[in-house]
């Protein structure tokens, strides 16, 4: 998207309209109803963009040939002057859409933004800004955006369905989410309960995102992820109990924030059999539909796969895998053994769960990707995480947000689960 000047033509009005008109313009212009960018200061190791007034949120990225990161603000006009520094050689400004800007810092040398948030109300956003190698820039360029949140000001009045730490307006894109500060898991965090007969196999389903953490958020009657996935989650459970071939437990059964790390390690600390992390996608064509199944690999399979590694993995950092005393090139052997091995399984199950859904739900003619997702980590768990299916798109949003919608993904899931474990006996 280019960057373009703003116009206004008042055309053949009459004179008691143009002048409304050009009151209505003035007051516009006033400094107590401007809604733009003080300034823009790359100092050092951080990007400082001040405002006159609260953003609704803001977005970066990057972007290759020439090389640039560019921020999206949503509710702020340009304005103010642009301080280049360190990586960035210049600092220019533009119109995005009906209330928005972009920033475009075109680079010096490869630098990422690795973080960052909003301060002082919303009207303060700093980024952080680390050099990388021109390789690393590359694979950045072709993932996806960090987004970022205000927090609401104390004493403020917080609608009901807005998360207590950070607010999301309904009215912005479908692909609105949250980046959550990094966290490390917590110790001796309570495992959940496990349901069903003891010599079963066990299955963990994961409901993605929660607490503070809403996920994408749908432009169709604002439709959280973290709620859908809990319900969609809750239907897979009492299904598969219902089947009374497996033990099942969830790693959050509530409106709770887990980080990554403490998703997979609950699944690992239960001994779990297979993992099934549940999500809603969102993406800017409102046309994009259908369910799909992720696997681990450290090479994502395509662009969009990317972006979804991108947008998922910001939640937390990576803990590794304790070996305990081996030497780091026996612990490295062990790990890239057992975790070849889990790969082919949880790519197995997710052309079986394809297959079962197959005609039961909307599924995408290519549903089995490929992702570097931090919650697919586990080395000795088989694992896949289900998108399953578009906020941004009408149509999933519906079938999500329905009981039948989820009844069908449950059914998907059962009979892929039940002839996988059946599978595996067989061969044993």
Known sequence: MGLRGSSFRIGRLG??????????????????????????????????????????????????????????LDGIRPGGRGDAGGSVRTVRQGVRGDDGSRIVLDLAETAMVTGGGFSDGGRRLTLDLRPVTAQRFARAAGGGRMRFLPQPVVGAIVP???????????????????????????????LPKVDGDADRPLVVIDAGHGGHDPGAISPHGGLREKDLTLKTARAIRDALLAGGRVRVAMTRDRDQFLVLQERYAIARRLGANLFISVHCDSADNPDASGASIYTLSEVASDREAARLAARENKADILAGVDLGRQSADISSILIDLTQRETMNESAGFARLLGREAKGVIPLKSNYHRMASLMVLKAPDLPSILFETGYLSNEGDAKRLDSVDGRKAIAKSVTQAVEIHFARRMAAR
Not at 30 to 57: E, Y
Not at 183 to 189: F, I, Q
């Open 160 to 190: 009901a369905s807005s998360s207590a730490a950070m607010v999301v307006d309904r009215r912005q894109r479908a692909t609105a989410s949250v980046a959550v500060p990094g966290a490390r898991a917590r110790r001796g965090l309570p």
């Open 15 to 72: 004179a008691r309209h143009a002048v409304a008109l050009s009151l209505t313009c003035a007051a516009l212009a006033s400094p107590a109803a401007a809604q733009r960018i003080d300034g823009v200061k790359v100092d050092g190791d951080r990007i400082v963009v001040d405002l006159d007034a609260p953003a609704r949120a803001a977005s970066s990225f990057a972007m290759a040939g020439p090389d640039r990161i560019v921020i999206d």
